[in-house]
């Protein structure tokens, strides 16, 4: 079955770094697209950073681009999501996602908040 396990996720200041990982399993990771998106308290889940199969392509929300970074190991089935000079709207619960069998799969989540 498939599986997404986020992690990473904590307590930074304005202008810090974090990165958050998406460890998966169960489908053929190296052949999938995978997705990050983030819900912020009151929000709409919005998509944030996209990576193509072979991570050749990438793209992101305007809002982080520039900041951001999505980026995958398809040897250890993870991806990542490298965030730099964070800003206290970056706070939200950050997700994984895959279309597997057009079903959308979720992990858990990982919570990031940004707080001097």
């Known amino acids: 079955q498939v599986q997404l396990v986020e992690s990473g996720g904590g307590l930074v200041q304005p202008g810090g770094s974090l990165r958050l990982s998406c460890a998966a399993s169960?489908?053929?990771?190296?052949?999938?697209?995978m997705k990050w998106y983030r819900q912020a308290p009151g929000k709409e889940r919005e998509l944030v950073a996209v990576?193509?199969?072979?991570?050749?392509?990438?793209n992101y929300a305007d809002s982080v681009k520039g900041r951001f970074t999505i980026s995958r190991d398809n040897a250890k089935n993870t991806v990542y999501l490298q965030m730099n000079a964070m800003k206290p709207e970056d706070t939200a619960i950050y997700y994984c996602?895959?279309?597997?069998?057009?079903?959308?799969?979720w992990g858990q989540g990982t919570q990031v908040t940004v707080s001097s």
């Open positions: 996602n895959i279309i597997y069998g057009s079903q959308g799969y």
């Open positions: 169960g489908f053929t990771f190296g052949t999938y697209v």
């Open positions: 990576i193509t199969s072979a991570g050749g392509t990438s």
